[in-house]
């Protein structure tokens, strides 16, 4: 049993950016893949980043390449991810989300187990 409650989320301007927290509550453990995605209104759900807990190694869709960054703190059960140079393309709930079995397929969303209440990111012009 694992919970991801995040936070984070807030209005920006074009340019500017947020960190965005994913807190694991109940019983982690190394081999999990913990992901990020995004969905905007009328859309599917988005692969944005993806990290594995044990060596950290990171994985990013080609939109947020560059910009986005994710990374772990094992001390605090906490992965973050850090939105830079934010455009208004990148507004949408972001979620993170939790893969008990790690593993190559960190860019499907069904492959995940647990999931966090989303946190909303809105981008202004």
């Known amino acids: 049993q694992v919970q991801l409650v995040e936070s984070g989320g807030g209005l920006v301007q074009a340019g500017g950016s947020l960190r965005l927290s994913c807190a694991v509550s109940?019983?982690?453990?190394?081999?999990?893949?913990m992901g990020w995605f995004r969905q905007a209104p009328g859309k599917e759900r988005e692969f944005v980043a993806a990290i594995r807990w044990s060596g950290g190694n990171t994985y990013y869709a080609d939109s947020v390449k560059g910009r986005f960054t994710t990374s772990r703190d094992s001390a605090k059960n906490t992965v973050y991810l850090q939105m830079n140079s934010l455009k208004p393309e990148d507004t949408a709930v972001y979620y993170c989300a939790a893969d008990r079995q790690g593993g190559s397929n960190y860019f499907l969303s069904y492959k995940y187990d647990y999931w966090g209440q989303g946190t909303q990111v809105t981008v202004s012009s």
């Open positions: 109940g019983r982690a453990f190394s081999g999990y893949a």
